[in-house]
């Protein structure tokens, strides 16, 4: 069934791994798409694969100013947004005492700065539309839930961008939905780099069928696989006297 049918779609970060999945997800439900990360090669290969129907929008969500002229042209071209799905995020397995700072300093402009940056103009853009449907889902994880050994920084940008995201659902008006996506383990090239064990790994494929699900769901949250992701959450209720010694043991 062709649920997404008429909408128009964002994705950033649609180049590979989650958001390339969600892109063919979403096409193959009837979804008009921008698609968009830094890759532009990448972008117009999916959009061959896709019958080209789709618009390729390059963007560098490390410039704060790329956000806002792209947001700035979407405007002038008078297309509406429907969804904006934002999925840009880098990640490097580090320990404490090895982080490099400056690539901390990237990251960090990347998955938080790059996220705050881009809610907060495509909020603006869509408190200016009228359409029916309207919804910002922005990406976080299990490793937000809580600090884990050999996470950082990543994780500590991941509860960055969760903390942003809850206070955007309340501040938001009601008729703009807000998504927090947080997804497990999935195989792309972010887990490629781990060399510890990932319970409950999934494919692409799987996280953007749950994506898509839980685009057109009323829970705020879109998590999975929830066989993992209940035990994230169960941990994280935990008082630190009983989670701290039961993390450690993850080292
Ligand atoms: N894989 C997992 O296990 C897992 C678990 C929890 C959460 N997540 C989250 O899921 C999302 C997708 O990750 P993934 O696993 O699919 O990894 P991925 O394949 O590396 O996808 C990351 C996407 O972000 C884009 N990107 C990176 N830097 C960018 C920039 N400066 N400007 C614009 N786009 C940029 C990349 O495209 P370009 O390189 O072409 O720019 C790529 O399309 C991320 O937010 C990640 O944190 C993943």
Same mark, same amino acid.
């Given at each position: 069934m062709k649920i997404f049918k008429?909408?128009? =779609?964002? =994705?950033? !970060?649609? *180049? *590979? !791994?989650? !958001?390339r999945a969600l892109a063919i997800n979403l096409s193959n439900q009837g979804a008009n798409l921008l698609l968009s990360a830094r890759r532009k090669a990448e972008l117009e290969n999916l959009n061959q694969d896709l019958g080209g129907i789709h618009t390729v929008v390059p963007i560098d969500v490390e410039n704060k100013e790329d956000i806002q002229n792209t947001i700035d042209e979407i405007r002038k071209s008078g297309i509406k947004i429907n969804r904006a799905i934002f999925l840009a995020a880098l990640y490097e397995p580090q320990k404490i005492e090895d982080l490099d700072i400056d690539f901390c300093e990237k990251l960090f402009k990347v998955n938080v700065l790059g996220c705050f940056s881009f809610a907060k103009n495509i909020l603006s853009l869509m408190k200016e539309q009228n359409s029916e449907i309207k919804q910002i889902a922005l990406c976080g994880s299990i490793a937000a839930y809580t600090g884990l050994p050999n996470g950082q920084p990543y994780s500590a940008s991941k509860a960055a961008v969760q903390n942003f995201t809850e206070s955007l659902k309340v501040e938001a008006p009601k008729n703009i939905d807000i998504k927090l996506i947080s997804p497990g383990f999935i195989r792309t090239r972010i887990t490629d780099k781990n060399n510890f064990p990932m319970p409950f790994m999934q494919e692409p494929e799987d996280a953007a069928k749950a994506i898509a699900k839980g685009l057109k769901s009323k829970k705020f949250e879109i998590h999975f696989p929830k066989r993992f992701t209940l035990q994230a959450k169960l941990l994280r209720a935990l008082p630190y006297w009983l989670a701290l010694p039961l993390t450690k043991r993850l080292k």
């Open positions: 008429n909408e128009t =779609i964002w =994705i950033v !970060g649609a *180049s *590979s !791994g989650i !958001g």
